[in-house]
C-alpha cells in the first residue's frame, strides 16, 4: 500500500496534516505537563496553608498573610491538627521527597523554619481519617468522581515539638483531559486543510491541465488548439510559454516536413535519370551492378526520409484487423518464395495506421531473412492491455551487450553498408520508431539451445489495446 501521495496536492495536503499532527501532539505534552504542574502546586499550596494554620498558633510574630488556594484545593483538604508523632510510614505508602523540600521552601518564605517535613501517598482506604470523611462526603456527592488516594503532611518546628498534621485528597485526572484539545485539533484541521486544499486545486488543476496537453502534443504534434491560460498568474505564464514552444515546434517539423520533401524530390529525379542511362550500358554485368546501387541508394533515402516523418504521420488512425494485417504481410513474402510462416491467431482490431504498420513489419520479417537462415516465424498474441507480433529466426542471433544498440540508427552486425548484407541500418529503428509512434515498443531477445547456445533472434513488437 502506498502511504506517500504521488501527486503535489497530496503531498502537501499530507506534510500540512503532519505537521499539525505534530504540532498539536507537542501541545497536547505540554498542555498536559501544565495542569498536572498546576494540580501539584495547587496540592501543595493546600498542604501549606493547613499546616500554617495550625502552626501559627505556636508563635505570634508568624505573618498572618498567605496566599490562600483555589477553593477547588480547599474542598479537597482537611483541617490542620496537632499530633504528638508524625504518622505512621506504611509499606504501601510513598513518601514524596521532592515535595518536601518544596514545602519547607513555601513555609520558609512565611517565616516559618522547619525542623522535619514528612509527605505520604497514601491509598484512601489505608487512611482511616481520610476514610471517614470520604465517606461523609460520597453521601453529599452524588455522581461526582471521587478521590483514590490522600497526601499526608506532617512537619514540626522544634526537634522535639509537637507535629502539625494536614491531609489533602488527591483530586482524580480529569475524565477527559484532551477532548478539548481534540475538538480543537479537528476544527483546525477542517478550515486548515480545506482551505489548502482548495488553494491546491486551483494551483494544481492548470498543471494537470498542462500535462495532459504535453502528453496529446507529443503523441500528435498538433499544436492547432492552444490551452487557455487559467490558474494563478506564475501558472498562467508557465502556460503561455509553453504554449509558444508548441508554436515553434510545429512550424519545426512543418519546415522540416518540407525540406525532406524538397530533398526527396531532388535526390529521386536524378537517381531515376541515372536508371534510365545505365540501360544503354552494354556489360550485362555492369549494369547489373549499377542498377543494384541505384535501387540501394533510392531505398537508403527511402528509409531516411520515412524515419524522419514517422513522428508526424500525415494518416489517421484507422480500426484494422491487425491479425489480416499481419497475414497479408507474410503472404507477399510467401508469394515471393521466402519461407515465412505464420502460426494465425484470433481476430485482434484496434486503432493504427496500417501503411506504417506494414512497413514496420516488412523490416521486421525482411531483416529475420537476411541474418537468420533465409527463415522467420511471425505469431500474434494478446495479453491483457497489449497485443505482441512475434518474429522469429534460426540465425545466429546478437551478442547480449549489442541488443539495445542494434535499434539506434546506422547501427548494423555487419560493418559493411551493402545491401545484401544488411543495408544501411535503419529497418530496426524505424520499426522502432513505427512501434512508438502507436504507443508500443520493440524488444530485440536472443532464444537460447538446451544446450547453451544461441538459437536465434526473437522480435517482439508490443501494441497497446486502446
Same mark, same amino acid.
Given at each position: ?17 503532519? #505537521?499539525? $499532527? ?14 498536572? &504542574? ?50 505512621? %510510614? ?7 521527597? @521532592?515535595?518536601?523540600?518544596? $514545602? ?7 517565616? %516559618? ?11 484512601? @482506604? #489505608? ?16 455522581? &461526582? ?70 502528453? /496529446? ?48 524530390? +531532388? ?14 550500358? @552494354? ?20 528509409? %531516411? ?28 513474402? @510467401? +508469394? ?8 494465425? #491467431? ?5 486503432? $493504427? ?17 537476411? /541474418? ?8 500474434? #498474441? ?43 541500418? $535503419? ?8 512501434? &512508438?509512434? /502507436? ?28
Amino acid at each position: 500500500m502506498r502511504l506517500w501521495p504521488r501527486s503535489l496536492q497530496g503531498q502537501l495536503l499530507l506534510a500540512v496534516a503532519v #505537521a499539525l $499532527l505534530l504540532g498539536q501532539a507537542i501541545n497536547a505534552t505540554l498542555l498536559y505537563r501544565a495542569q498536572a &504542574e498546576r494540580r501539584e502546586a495547587a496540592l501543595m499550596s493546600t498542604v501549606a496553608f493547613r499546616l500554617y494554620g495550625a502552626l501559627r498558633d505556636d508563635d505570634e510574630a508568624v505573618p498572618r498573610r498567605f496566599r490562600r488556594p483555589p477553593p477547588e484545593a480547599m474542598a479537597q483538604a482537611f483541617p490542620g491538627t496537632r499530633e504528638p508523632s508524625a504518622p505512621a %510510614i506504611l509499606p504501601s505508602d510513598h513518601r514524596l521527597v @521532592e515535595q518536601e523540600q518544596t $514545602l519547607r521552601a513555601i513555609l520558609a518564605n512565611q517565616g %516559618i523554619a522547619l525542623a522535619a517535613v514528612q509527605i505520604l501517598r497514601r491509598d484512601i @482506604e #489505608a487512611d482511616p481519617v481520610a476514610q471517614r470523611r470520604l465517606e461523609r462526603r460520597m453521601r453529599r456527592a452524588g455522581g &461526582e468522581r471521587l478521590p483514590d488516594s490522600v497526601i499526608v503532611a506532617a512537619v514540626r518546628r522544634d526537634a522535639n515539638g509537637p507535629w502539625a498534621v494536614a491531609r489533602v485528597l488527591v483530586p482524580p485526572p480529569p475524565g477527559r483531559p484532551l477532548l478539548g484539545l481534540l475538538l480543537q485539533t479537528l476544527v483546525i484541521y477542517a478550515l486548515l486543510v480545506g482551505a489548502i486544499a482548495l488553494i491546491l486545486q486551483r494551483l494544481t488543476r492548470p498543471l494537470k491541465a498542462l500535462t495532459r496537453r504535453v502528453d /496529446h502534443f507529443a503523441a500528435t504534434r498538433d499544436a492547432s488548439d492552444p490551452m487557455v491560460p487559467t490558474g494563478p498568474a506564475d501558472v498562467q505564464q508557465l502556460i503561455t510559454a509553453h504554449n509558444a514552444l508548441e508554436a515553434r515546434i510545429a512550424a519545426l517539423l512543418d519546415e522540416k516536413n518540407v525540406m525532406l520533401g524538397a530533398i526527396g524530390h +531532388d535526390l529521386k529525379t536524378p537517381l531515376a535519370a541515372l536508371r534510365v542511362r545505365i540501360e544503354s550500358v @552494354e556489360d550485362e554485368t555492369q549494369r547489373a551492378r549499377m542498377a543494384a546501387t541505384i535501387d540501394d541508394i533510392a531505398r537508403s533515402l527511402d528509409d %531516411i526520409l520515412s524515419l524522419a516523418r514517422v513522428g508526424r504521420p500525415g494518416d489517421p488512425l484507422e480500426v484494422t484487423d491487425l491479425t489480416a494485417l499481419t497475414a497479408q504481410v507474410v503472404e507477399e513474402f @510467401e +508469394d515471393m518464395g521466402e519461407a515465412v510462416s505464420f502460426a494465425g #491467431a484470433e481476430r485482434i482490431t484496434l486503432p $493504427l495506421r496500417p501503411t506504417w504498420l506494414r512497413r514496420a513489419l516488412r523490416n521486421l520479417i525482411s531483416n529475420a531473412l537476411r /541474418h537468420g537462415g533465409s527463415t522467420a516465424r511471425v505469431s500474434l #498474441a494478446r495479453q491483457p492491455g497489449s497485443v505482441t507480433i512475434t518474429v522469429e529466426d534460426e540465425g545466429p542471433g546478437i551478442p547480449a551487450e549489442d541488443l539495445q544498440r542494434m535499434l539506434e540508427p546506422f547501427t548494423r552486425g555487419d560493418p559493411s553498408r551493402n545491401r545484401g548484407t544488411g543495408g544501411a541500418g $535503419l529497418g530496426l529503428t524505424l520499426a522502432r520508431a513505427i512501434a &512508438e509512434q /502507436h504507443g508500443g515498443s520493440l524488444t530485440l531477445a536472443n532464444r537460447t539451445a538446451p544446450d547453451g547456445s544461441l538459437a536465434g533472434l526473437t522480435a517482439s513488437l508490443t501494441l497497446p489495446l486502446t
